[in-house]
């Protein structure tokens, strides 16, 4: 079985190729700047040439990294919507069994209150990331949907690991501070998902019947609170974390004070979400 991933180098890549690998697929980790003159010419001309019966989405612009390109509309969509599209038409036409897609659960916003999101959620992006995630699912079951080949969407929450960008990075370097953060007294709750129970996921979409023209979320079954990801994050870097209680009002007006007031909204909204239609479908189980 011959499979091609996108974004092979970014942390969920490198996590999925190790965990493919011990299947023996043949992989073609496929990594180039979609925004280049040439770039539909050469992705076809590996299409051509390594002829894959599976293709794996997973290229995107996100996290700090890409701070200054998510502020330019026309990049974002290029390659967070344009970009997946171009491959599932590829793909359309050159027999491809399966195409998978790595959405975002932000598609449907940045928090849920007191309900569970499940992939009848209706559509909430709040921001240029998610907008161009939530055309780019879109577009794709439109161009798929009637084809021989066939296509999976995930959507998956907070992905924690070892080495994790975004915000689990901004965690770790937290946490390396080693003085007492001021976490204990948030009670809002979202699910995260450990990478290694994506790689699973994904793999599960490849080989699975069941999966075939069908969107999932995909999250740990149990919620966390804020405390509770610190302490999960402490553990997979072997850091010790040190925390107090202190009035969240008084976190919250320092926040809006510096303009940060995105955290206010990570730090006060829940996010729980209903994965159990791929556990039950797929036969999926998740390690929290």
Request: glycine share 4%.
């Amino acid at each position: 079985m011959k499979i091609i991933i996108t974004g092979g180098n970014g942390f969920i890549g490198k996590n999925l190729i190790k965990y493919l690998k011990f299947y023996k697929y043949e992989i073609y980790s496929l990594s180039i700047d979609f925004n280049k003159e040439n770039s539909k010419k050469a992705i076809e001309k590996i299409f051509k040439e390594f002829n894959p019966n599976y293709v794996i989405h997973l290229a995107g612009l996100a996290h700090n990294k890409d701070r200054d390109l998510l502020k330019t509309p026309n990049k974002i969509k290029n390659i967070n919507t344009k970009y997946p599209v171009f491959l599932a038409n590829i793909c359309k036409y050159s027999n491809v069994k399966k195409f998978v897609y790595i959405s975002t659960i932000g598609v449907h916003g940045e928090g849920s209150k007191n309900k569970l999101v499940n992939e009848n959620t209706e559509y909430q992006p709040y921001n240029l990331y998610t907008i161009s995630k939530m055309n780019a699912e879109k577009n794709i079951i439109k161009n798929l949907e009637n084809s021989k080949t066939k296509y999976t969407v995930l959507r998956p929450s907070l992905v924690i690991g070892k080495n994790a960008p975004g915000n689990i990075a901004s965690i770790k370097k937290l946490i390396k501070f080693r003085i007492p953060l001021p976490i204990n007294g948030f009670n809002n709750k979202r699910n995260i998902i450990y990478v290694n129970d994506l790689c699973n996921l994904i793999h599960r979409c490849l080989i699975n019947k069941k999966a075939n023209n069908q969107i999932f979320v995909a999250s740990g079954s149990k919620p966390l609170t804020i405390l509770e990801t610190f302490q999960e994050v402490a553990k997979i870097e072997n850091l010790k974390l040190k925390s107090f209680l202190i009035p969240k009002e008084l976190i919250f007006i320092f926040f809006y004070l510096i303009g940060k007031k995105n955290i206010i909204n990570k730090f006060s909204l829940n996010l729980l979400i209903d994965s159990s239609k791929a556990k039950d479908l797929l036969d999926w189980n998740s390690q929290i």
